[in-house]
């Protein structure tokens, strides 16, 4: 377990307490790499109401080292990682940020949240050729939000430096989080997912990486080269774009292998 400061301990003990279509199974759990140390994060629960979300959170190693705010990453998980065993959202790209090359070069703070099972961070199916944003967010995302709240509020995290990644229905996530609170972000990583075109404007000022394989049978490529469209109409000049011409969904191993993709994300800071 990482030693953390007394601001970040008691951060945990009080979000412990706070109270208030399926897409087909994502990666070939066999053959993929070593699973993530859990005992490197701390675990928790964000309870509201009758809605509960677990997530877990990882000091870098760098972090370690600074009393100063730290940037915040959001990862949002893909469909086949949700539960409530607090602990398969961390199967997927996590190992990524667990690399001595990341840990120990960038200060960060590294949010996991859970899924339930049959929940969405949006309400759409995502094997149609579009979708519009519903007004209201899921529950799911409103936890998500809430749990940044806290971070930046509690003074662990920056609120300058805030992140958000994501894989499949988790890039979904990444766009529905962008569109409506995007004076929230300072970036975004957004893999295999899709948005709704008509709040581009919303992010004419943000630096997206996005991703998508051009043979993906489940999530649409155009539901990425939409987004990029609408973004570059909308002024956006700090996009990048890539696709992969031979591979389908499972391509998010690829995006995060990018050379100087967490340089890019660490660069990025609010209003530069």
């Known amino acids: 377990m990482f030693s953390i400061t007394s601001r970040l301990s008691a951060l945990f003990v009080f979000l412990a307490l706070l109270t208030g279509n399926t897409l087909w199974a994502q990666g070939n759990k066999n053959v993929a790499p070593p699973f993530p140390d859990t005992t490197l994060f701390e675990s928790g629960r964000y309870v509201e109401g009758n809605d509960t979300l677990p997530y877990r959170l990882y000091r870098s190693v760098k972090a370690e080292s600074t009393t100063e705010v730290v940037p915040l990453v959001v990862f949002l998980h893909g469909a086949g990682e949700r539960g409530n065993d607090n602990s398969n959202q961390l199967f997927h790209c996590i190992r990524f940020f667990l690399e001595d090359s990341v840990t120990n070069q960038y200060p960060f703070v590294l949010l996991v949240p859970q899924c339930p099972n049959e929940q969405r961070w949006v309400n759409t199916d995502w094997t149609l050729p579009e979708h519009q944003m519903e007004a209201e967010p899921t529950a799911q995302m409103k936890a998500v939000f809430a749990l940044i709240d806290c971070l930046n509020g509690c003074g662990v ?47 004419k000022d943000m630096p997206i990486y996005v991703f998508h394989g051009q043979k993906d049978k489940l999530v649409k490529p155009i539901r990425s080269a939409q987004m990029v469209n609408a973004l570059r109409a909308a002024g956006n000049t700090k996009l990048k774009y890539v696709t992969y011409s031979q591979l389908g969904h499972l391509c998010w191993d690829q995006a995060f292998s990018t050379p100087g993709i967490f340089h890019w994300l660490f660069s990025q800071k609010k209003n530069q």
């Open 157 to 203: 995290t920056d609120p300058n430096r805030v992140y958000v990644c994501g894989i499949s229905m988790g890039g979904f996530g990444v766009w529905d989080a962008l569109q409506r609170r995007p004076e929230t972000f300072a970036a975004g990583i957004a893999i295999c997912g899709g948005g709704d075109p008509a709040y581009a404007k919303r992010m």
